[in-house]
């Protein structure tokens, strides 16, 4: 199978499944009527042509045909906005153009370099960011202006992220990333040297390969993740904990546990969408150890 079919595969699967699991409480599921998982996806397969793109760049960057600050991320990065605008007619979701454009490049790398290694490819994303230039940076602001993310650039601007300053500075994606995660948090994972994202994805590759079921491992990394992370009432910490005992989605009673839990939450407006974000790069990640 080649690189870039397999990484494309990954990728697409990864977000797939992370959007789509069991029933993840608090959060969109395949139960559930949320609108987010198909705007999710429309937003993936709109910037499909980006993706193979970002997977191309990985393997040129990892046979030495191109170095890291010349792969133009910042111009790809802007290019999927504008084509993911187009697709889904409103202003698109900046951290699923970031997760699958960025990681995209770095799972090809890995693949292509024949390793089954979880940290190279957050090392390699983390260098793509590191590596970035300032016209990189100013190339994807400018993207995020032309697809209706006004406030974001307003915001970015205010925290001092202009034309002139980012040349003066020589700021590049990895202090506009810093900068976005007051608005958007779940971006946090991809900070170069937030190692987040790997414990998510171990947490699923051990999970699957004690159950062989990568839907359960995607529910159950959230549920490590809210209960390590949110703010939850005590009944809900016990009646997850209960959830786990009985093997979540691989039973029926865990699954109606978690059906419980997730009315529960929803009728208390309590909600986790950080963290439901959080498991697409988690989950595309862990691709390159387990079939997703």
């Not at 199978?1 to 499944?17: A, C, D, P």
């Not at 202006?145 to 700021?171: C, M, N, P, Q, S």
């Amino acid at each position: 199978m080649s690189t870039i079919f397999k990484t494309l595969r990954n990728v697409l699967q990864g977000v797939y499944t992370a959007s789509f699991s069991y029933i993840k409480p608090g959060v969109p599921h395949r139960l559930t009527l949320d609108r987010e998982p198909e705007t999710i996806l429309r937003t993936v397969y709109g910037i499909i042509n980006k993706i193979y793109e970002a997977a191309s760049l990985g393997i040129k960057l990892h046979k030495g045909v191109i170095g890291y600050p010349d792969l133009g991320i910042g111009q790809l990065l802007s290019s999927a906005l504008k084509e993911a605008y187009i697709s889904i007619g409103k202003p698109p979701l900046i951290d699923v153009i970031i997760y699958t454009t960025i990681l995209s490049t770095a799972l090809s790398y890995v693949i292509d370099e024949g390793k089954e290694s979880i940290s190279d490819v957050k090392y390699v994303s983390d260098r793509i960011i590191q590596s970035s230039r300032d016209v990189d940076l100013i190339n994807f602001i400018d993207g995020l202006r032309a697809v209706g993310h006004g406030d974001i650039v307003e915001d970015l601007e205010v925290k001092g992220f202009t034309v002139k300053y980012i040349e003066l500075e020589g700021l590049n994606l990895s202090d506009g990333l810093r900068a976005l995660i007051d608005k958007i948090p779940q971006l946090e994972v991809m900070i170069p040297g937030n190692d987040k994202v790997i414990d998510i994805a171990k947490t699923i590759i051990k999970e699957y390969e004690r159950c062989r079921d990568i839907n359960n491992a995607v529910v159950k990394a959230y549920i490590e993740l809210i209960m390590e992370n949110g703010t939850l009432p005590d009944n809900i910490k016990r009646l997850l904990k209960e959830s786990i005992n009985q093997g979540l989605a691989l039973t029926g009673k865990g699954q109606r546990i978690l059906f419980n839990i997730d009315k529960e939450l929803r009728k208390n407006k309590l909600l986790y969408m950080k963290y439901f974000y959080m498991l697409i790069p988690a989950v595309i990640i862990s691709s390159i150890k387990i079939p997703i």
